[in-house]
């Protein structure tokens, strides 16, 4: 299993939403590292839900329950898509603030490239960002 952070704007698809749904299409994406990003999630992988905007906070994790295809927002074009469910709301989310005074997440992506809206994220930062909010990650 391989890890990831996914990022959205909470007023255009909140974390609530995918709960809601039960599953989603992640499109949209428009930048050829982030797209690359995508190409290599599997099913079974597990993503950070970090909200953007004036949130800026890990929120959640999903699953992905699709791997890559073509991004139908795109037709003609070479960009992906995969499909994420929800897994569950970290019970204190994670803010961004928390994970830049962290000596333990200095190099995570995130704070290098934070931009890209899908980032690879190492297991023992996940699981340290998991217990930051209150999760006991899974073995």
Known sequence: MQTW????EPDVYPWA???AEGRTRWDGIRNYQARNHLRAMKVGDRA????T??????????????GHYPDPTAPGEDWSAVDL???????APVPLSRIKADPALAGIPLL???RLSVL???EAAYRHILALGGLVPRP
Request: hydrophobic share 50%.
């Open 120 to 122: 690879p994220i190492s």
């Open 48 to 51: 950070l839900y970090y909200h």
């Open 5 to 8: 952070l996914v990022k959205s």
């Open 17 to 19: 939403s995918l709960v």
């Open 85 to 91: 469910a929800p897994v569950g709301p970290l019970p």
């Open 53 to 66: 905007g004036d949130v800026k906070a890990v929120v959640a994790v999903a699953e992905v329950v699709a």
């Open 112 to 114: 290098r490239q934070s």
